[in-house]
């Protein structure tokens, strides 16, 4: 019988969370940027980084080139905890094929 993988972290496992932390994860992406992307409301796109800022996995800094904004990233233990799902995702994606 084959091990099951074990359970993804609750805060990434959520549709809109997923596609968020894949942008943080690669960039620095402002606000108007992350809503554009997510094709989300302003309040939609809050109420989830609200989430990921309550776990401790979001950094913003203010940035005052231009028009001023805030851009987002994931903090080291967001990034290092988004990794890990994505590992998690891959061992349960794996004991989905049949093995030969």
Do not use: W
Not at 7 to 27: E, M, N
Not at 45 to 65: Q, T
Not at 80 to 86: L, Q, V
């Amino acid at each position: 019988m084959q091990s099951v993988p074990p359970a993804p972290d609750a805060i990434f496992h959520q549709p809109v969370r997923t596609r968020l932390c894949l942008l943080l994860y690669v960039g620095e992406p402002s606000f108007s940027q992350l809503k554009v992307s997510l094709s989300i409301t302003d309040g939609n796109l809050d109420a989830h980084l609200k989430k990921l800022g309550a776990a401790g996995y979001l950094h913003s800094r203010m940035v005052l080139e231009g028009r001023p904004h805030t851009v987002y990233r994931l903090s080291e233990s967001g990034a290092t905890a988004f990794r890990k799902y994505i590992d998690v995702m891959r061992e349960i994606c794996k004991s989905a094929t049949p093995q030969s």
